[in-house]
């Protein structure tokens, strides 16, 4: 995001954080401005490598109950090949399946 838009967004926080909360999601907050950063509060998403296996089936057992629930069909062993591509990228995960069950 350019300079002059994170300068903008500073303003907006500073001047409606009385009443408001916000919330700024970024792939590499670095890249925001320091002023920006410091008014918010970063919370990580990355998956502990420890917690990762139990997650990953976790999601995939979840899926794959959704998508019976909808009548759809599909193997075990291909379903947790789909989502281990992009795990944890719940979206992309979501929109490959999306795909691959479309074009079928």
């Known amino acids: 995001m350019p300079?002059?838009?994170q300068a903008a967004i500073r303003g907006i926080i500073e001047r409606f954080s009385d009443?408001?909360?916000f919330l700024v999601t970024a792939n590499d907050p670095s890249r925001l401005m320091r002023a920006v950063r410091s008014r918010l509060y970063e919370i990580n998403f990355d998956v502990k490598a420890i917690d990762q296996?139990?997650?990953?089936?976790?999601?995939?057992?979840?899926?794959?109950a959704k998508l019976k629930q909808h009548e759809i069909i599909v193997s075990d062993d291909w379903l947790m090949e789909r989502v281990s591509l992009r795990f944890p990228d719940f979206r992309a995960i979501a929109s490959d399946l999306d795909f691959e069950l479309l074009k079928n």
């Open 3 to 5: 300079t002059e838009n």
């Open 19 to 21: 009443t408001c909360r």
């Open 53 to 64: 296996d139990k997650l990953l089936a976790s999601y995939t057992q979840k899926l794959s």
